[in-house]
């Protein structure tokens, strides 16, 4: 259930337009309030945040994904939508906070989209285990592992304790990653 609430945005800020992941997620009244939660730095671009021009202009894919790892043959049909306004922030663009950017889409998501909206937890302990669903570089969903129990660290060592550092295990293929659009990505737990 939970992949189908990842979502590939096409972000658009200060003119450039690139990829970022993002989640839809639940709020406490279970209500289908269309919240996205993806990355506060997805949001920055050359020196500036961006606009509620700008985030008219988002773009969400829903279901952007294939029967397998490898790129299907064809472009995946897109179930799409357009245009968010931010709810809330984080404010350092990801320097120096906890990098999250909560927007809320400008229209309810179609009941055929068959869209899971991911639960959260404010427990501030990592899991031994999990996995992120995320769009390396606008890329169909992949899915990487990690094995380790993630640690607590901050950003350019500023001593700010402000996220987990996860290390992903490596694949059959040697592949574990995340790359440029899959910021914003979901960190799912093994607890579920």
Known sequence: DEKKG????QVRVNGSAYWCTGSM???TSMDKTPYLLTADHCAYKFGQYATPVDLATWLFYFNYESGGCAD????????SMTGCEKIAHDGTHGSDGSDFYLVKLFNNIPASYN????????VDVPSSSGVTIHHPD???????????????????????PSH??????????????TEGGSSGAPLFDNIG
Do not use: H
């Open 25 to 27: 997620i639940n709020n």
């Open 115 to 122: 869209v899971y909206f991911n639960g959260w937890s404010t």
């Open 138 to 160: 606008g890329d169909i969903k992949k899915i990487s592992t990690y094995l380790e129990t993630p640690t607590t660290t901050s950003w350019q060592n500023n001593g700010l």
């Open 164 to 177: 987990w550092k996860v290390i992903w295990a490596e694949t059959s293929n040697n592949w574990g990653v």
């Open 72 to 79: 299907p043959q064809l472009e995946p049909q897109l179930f």
């Open 6 to 9: 990842v979502v590939r945005i």
